[in-house]
């Protein structure tokens, strides 16, 4: 029994590690369904300072098996899920900023309804977009055990870009944009790119690179320090032939419910 858990460990493990960075996708025909469309809307109405309680009010009371139905691929999924992350983030803040002062309760919450289905935003973020991961698991390990509703809407392929895309309501995360499932590998490079290039600084004199710490709290998504200088060398951001120290900048956790990307 033992030999047999730690083999399921070691597999789990396995299967997590290295970067995660899905290829683009051939196919050109990936369209906006009505639930993308209507996740892309809240965002945008929450930058207008409208109000989104239609719209979730629509995401609360869709069946679950029409949800599926209407995110059909990768893009379809993991554009729904950052919308609807960045989207009721800023909603339930604005309402009431004081769930902020406790960031651990306040992301472990059960309140967001999805197709008759309350989700916290630990939820959303580990089991939706990424793939099922353990929360506490640094990228390293999935759940074992995941529902049949996150499984049946999960995305396909865990991305380490969704990290420069998803807000979570503090100063240093990433601005809000509207994403939109044709074009999302583009939107996704051009996100990643941006954010770390404000929060990557190199000495070559010191032989060391300082980058967000977001790639050490999701360390296996990014393929640990070596996966995280690949990405740093794909864009421009440290020499190909440099293999500096990485460390980590510091993170801003003041709310900042307004930072949307122009």
């Not at 029409?66 to 379809?76: S, T, V, Y």
């Not at 509703?149 to 995360?173: M, P, Y």
């Not at 740093?232 to 949307?260: A, H, M, Q, R």
Request: hydrophobic fraction near 35%.
């Amino acid at each position: 029994m033992k030999t047999l858990t730690l083999i399921t460990f070691i597999s789990i493990f396995a299967a997590s590690c290295g970067i995660k960075k899905p290829q683009k996708p051939k196919n050109a025909d990936v369209k906006s369904t009505m639930y993308n469309d209507l996740s892309e809307k809240m965002v945008e109405d929450l930058k207008a300072g409208r109000s989104v309680k239609d719209i979730q009010d629509k995401f609360a009371n869709v069946s679950e098996e029409d949800l599926r139905k209407g995110l059909p691929d990768d893009a379809n999924r993991k554009s729904f899920w950052i919308n609807v992350y960045n989207g009721y983030i800023i909603a339930i803040l604005k309402k009431d900023k004081s769930q902020y002062k406790d960031r651990n309760a306040f992301f472990a919450k059960k309140q967001v309804k999805i197709a008759g289905h309350t989700l916290s935003f630990d939820d959303i973020e580990n089991g939706m977009i990424r793939k099922s991961q353990y929360k506490f698991g640094l990228g390293y390990i999935r759940k074992i055990l995941p529902s049949a509703f996150e499984r049946h809407l999960r995305v396909d392929d865990r991305d380490f870009r969704i990290h420069f895309t998803i807000n979570c309501g503090a100063k240093s995360c990433p601005p809000v944009r509207v994403y939109k499932p044709d074009g999302l590998y583009d939107q996704l490079e051009n996100a990643a790119k941006a954010y770390l290039t404000d929060h990557t600084k190199y000495y070559k004199e010191k032989n060391q690179v300082e980058s967000s710490v977001l790639m050490s709290y999701f360390r296996g998504d990014f393929g640990g320090k070596s996966g995280q200088k690949t990405i740093l060398k794909d864009f421009k951001l440290i020499p190909e032939n440099s293999d500096p120290k990485i460390t980590y900048g510091p993170y801003d956790w003041t709310l900042d419910i307004d930072n949307f990307a122009k």
